[in-house]
């Protein structure tokens, strides 16, 4: 588990909290909500979303924020399903292209209190049918977001959890989230076309 204190930036309003200047972030990076704050602040949930283009795939990157009044191994098994049953692939084109992961869904969960959160994470990182999940627990009160360990991740789930600390302000320079899972596209394409070569090499000699 990772934690990330994060710093309030000088120009952030002088009653922000890391959920409010995560959202403010989002905006800039362009992301969209059909929700409103005032929604999200009466009804507990809001969700900014963003189109993305991965070599010949569409996809998005979303970010889901549900406020919980209480956090446990459960509640992260069961969003941790739930969230991922909605966003992985469906349809068959969907699933042939899934090896590129397509879909990023962060659930932010926000936790009431002032309590610290010490919830290992890294065992509710999925990937499924093109789809990878990645919980964050946030808990504004005392400036606190937990999030999976950076050292235990790899492939592909690793640059998408360095996208979040660029999101936070944990990381200067921007960072590319899909170039892993592109990368081990064409690689794989190499690698059959390859083999699709050598079969018929063999077939003709």
């Given amino acids: 588990m990772q934690e990330l204190r994060a710093e309030k930036p000088p120009e ?19 992301f969209t909500t059909e929700q409103s704050i005032d ?12 189109d993305e283009k991965i070599s010949v795939a569409a996809g998005e990157t979303v970010f889901i924020f549900t406020r919980v009044p209480e956090m ?8 941790s399903q739930t969230v991922v049953n909605t966003y992985k692939a469906k349809s ?10 397509s879909t990023t869904v962060y659930h932010c969960l926000v936790a009431e209190g002032d309590q610290p959160h ?10 499924s049918g093109g789809a990878t999940f990645i919980p964050v627990v946030f808990v504004p009160d005392i400036n606190q977001v937990l999030y999976p360990n950076l050292e235990e991740k790899v492939g592909s789930v690793r640059p998408r959890v360095e996208y979040l600390q660029y999101l936070l302000g944990e990381r200067r320079e921007p960072v590319n989230m899909h170039r892993s899972t592109v990368q081990a596209f064409y690689i794989s394409i190499g690698v059959v076309a390859v083999l699709i070569l050598a079969i018929v090499v063999s077939m003709v000699t």
């Fill in 72 to 79: 446990n191994e459960k509640i992260l098994r069961q969003t």
């Fill in 118 to 127: 010490n919830e290992t994470l890294d065992i509710f990182v999925t990937r």
């Fill in 12 to 30: 952030s309003p002088a009653d922000s909290d890391p959920v409010t200047r995560l959202m403010e972030r989002l905006k800039e990076e362009g």
């Fill in 39 to 50: 929604e999200w602040k009466e009804f507990g949930e809001i969700i900014f979303r963003r």
């Fill in 92 to 101: 068959y084109a969907q699933k042939a292209l899934s090896v590129l992961q």
